[in-house]
Nanobody, 121 residues
Framework: VQLVESGGGLVQAGGSLRLSCAVSGNIRSLNAMGWYRQAPGKQRELVATMHPGGGSTNYADSVKGRFTISRDNAKNTMYLQMNSLKPADTAVYYC???????????????WGKGTLVTVSS
C-alpha cells in the first residue's frame, strides 16, 4: 500500500485548503484511515479518522467544526477539507491507513511522506 499526500501550501489565517491522499496497492487490506499532523518541536497528533465505508468519523477537539474528512472510493482518494485555518494549524500533515488485523496479528500502519501546511497570521 502506498499513500501520497498533496495539497499543502501557504495560506493566510482564515483561509482554506484541501489535502488529498491518493491510495494505491491492496486497498482491501485497509481498515480505518485518517490524517495526523506534526508541528515543529511537537509530537505527531491525530487530526481526523474515518472508518471503512465512509462510516463514523472522529476529530481532534482543536479542529472540530473546521475540518472535514471524506473519501472518494471511485478515485481511491481521501481528503481533508480545512477551513478557518489558524497559525496553530501549521504542521506537516500525514495520511495514515491501518491494516485489517487477524486475531493476534500485529502489523504496522501505513504512512505517507507528508505535506506541509503553513498558516500565516
Amino acid at each position: 500500500v502506498q499513500l501520497v499526500e498533496s495539497g499543502g501550501g501557504l495560506v493566510q489565517a482564515g483561509g482554506s485548503l484541501r489535502l488529498s491522499c491518493a491510495v494505491s496497492g491492496n486497498i482491501r487490506s485497509l481498515n480505518a484511515m485518517g490524517w495526523y499532523r506534526q508541528a515543529p518541536g511537537k509530537q505527531r497528533e491525530l487530526v481526523a479518522t474515518m472508518h471503512p465505508g465512509g462510516g463514523s468519523t472522529n476529530y481532534a477537539d482543536s479542529v472540530k467544526g473546521r475540518f472535514t474528512i471524506s473519501r472518494d472510493n471511485a478515485k481511491n482518494t481521501m481528503y481533508l477539507q480545512m477551513n478557518s485555518l489558524k497559525p496553530a494549524d501549521t504542521a506537516v500533515y500525514y495520511c495514515n491507513a491501518k491494516p485489517w488485523l487477524a486475531p493476534g496479528e500485529n502489523l504496522p500502519d501505513y504512512w505517507g511522506k507528508g505535506t506541509l501546511v503553513t498558516v500565516s497570521s
